[in-house]
């Protein structure tokens, strides 16, 4: 058994020759999401990933808002804050800033994040806040019982759309690439292997780091993405980025993406294009306009849908920034004074 030393916050932790594993981040806390929800896929895979970073659990971090994903912090054995409702990227924001030190991951749904917290993602998108956002995509409000979500297709038929929605849906990778993410992402909960691949490249970001996952909803909206998880089709539907290689899928590898008469990307057969037209995939192209391309192509049907990281850029973070200015400040003026500050300015005093 590893040895272990008493840290206040945690009950155990393990010292730092210590090695780690999954059941290091093991609480004792039953898993209480509905049986065959994705949502375990996802936490196992969590799970099994973090002893990868090397980190002291007291190090790591999840926030998470309102809805089954954001359980999340009960079960993983690390600090953790169920916050409020689609507030999560907002408190996570002031922990990055005033903690350089720890990892900061938020865990939210579709309806937390692209919601009542669409606001608060979009701005630590552009801030390129030091954070690690998982959104878990079901397309449905699962916690209260299946009314129909800001990604839920167009006549999506829900509880509380019983003639069907009339809501042209989210997309999520294009709005983050318009709000100039740094990192954005896509993975699947039924594919731990690429689920995996995208969260070590995100844990390593400096900045803000979207990775959308689809996640089944066995109990409101089972099957929602049928056609990536059956083994007949998803070869053919199931686009898979590489940085750096064309953009050739299929089964045999027969689908390629060539610049359409429009700007955009269209699919091809490979065999009656030329090699050269073949788009290959820029993930670290500053200019976001060939990964909000790529954003486009997803549809209800999920005819072509990609999958992995559509940017990955590097821009200063803000927490960054933020400790400069403030070092600069102490440099330039010594140690603050609060009650100086506080009176200063624009203030008058009545009597």
Sequence with gaps: MSELSLNSGLA????????????????????RWCPGCGDYAVLAAVQSFLPELGL?????????????????PYYMNTYGFHSIHGRAPAIATGLA??????????????????????????????????????MFNNRIYGLTKGQ????????????????????????????????????????????????????REAAQHKGTALVEI???????NDGAFEPMK?????????????HGQPIVFGADGD???????????????????????VVVHDAKNPDPSQAFALSRLDSPSFEHTPIGIFRQVER???DEQLRHQLDEAVERQGKGDLAALLSSGDTWRID
């Design 316 to 318: 200063p973070s803000y």
């Design 230 to 242: 059956d083994p007949q089709v998803r070869d053919d539907v199931t686009i898979r980025l590489e």
């Design 12 to 31: 155990l932790v393990p010292r730092d020759d210590a090695k780690q594993t999954m059941k290091d981040f093991k609480t004792d806390q039953e898993v």
């Design 148 to 199: 129909y979500s800001p990604t839920s297709e167009v006549g999506k038929i829900t509880k509380s759309t019983p003639m069907g929605s009339l809501d042209a849906p989210f997309n999520p990778m294009s709005l983050a690439i318009g709000a100039e993410g740094t990192f954005v992402a896509r993975t699947i909960d039924s594919d731990r292997k690429h689920l995996q691949s995208v969260l």
């Design 97 to 134: 800033a005033s903690r350089p030190d720890l990892s900061v991951w938020v865990v939210t749904g579709d309806g937390d994040s692209l919601s009542i917290g669409g606001n608060h993602l979009i701005h630590a998108l552009r801030r390129n806040v030091n954070l690690k956002i998982l």
């Design 214 to 220: 689809y996640q089944n909803c066995n109990i409101f």
């Design 255 to 277: 689908k390629a993406l060539v610049r359409s008469d429009s700007g955009g990307f269209e699919v091809a057969r490979t065999a009656e294009v030329d090699p050269a037209r």
């Design 56 to 72: 002291r659990r007291e190090n790591i971090v999840f926030v998470s808002g309102i809805g089954c994903s954001s359980r999340f």
